[in-house]
């Protein structure tokens, strides 16, 4: 399940993810990737298929949904 590994990232680093997915930004996407822990690498891999295929409303929900639980 992701939203565990979602909540242990920082809000501020939960905020920059969202503002990332809304500017469609694969860089700065990659760039938050790069800082998930390695104890959570299944987030970075759920999002970096994401990013692949250009689902960027699906990383906005999913940044979304950690702010809101």
């Known amino acids: 399940m992701l939203s565990p590994a979602l909540?242990?990232?920082s809000e501020n680093?939960?905020?920059r993810l969202?503002?990332?997915s809304i500017q469609?930004?694969?860089r700065l996407i990659s760039e938050a990737i790069a800082e998930?822990?390695?104890?959570h690498s299944h987030l970075a891999?759920?999002?970096t298929n994401l990013v692949e295929e250009f689902r960027f409303d699906l990383v906005m929900e999913?940044?979304?949904q950690s702010t809101e639980q």
Request: proline letters at 5%.
């Open 45 to 47: 891999i759920v999002l």
């Open 13 to 15: 680093w939960r905020k």
């Open 18 to 20: 969202y503002d990332a």
């Open 62 to 64: 999913l940044a979304t």
């Open 7 to 9: 909540q242990a990232m």
């Open 24 to 26: 469609c930004s694969d």
């Open 36 to 39: 998930i822990p390695e104890e």
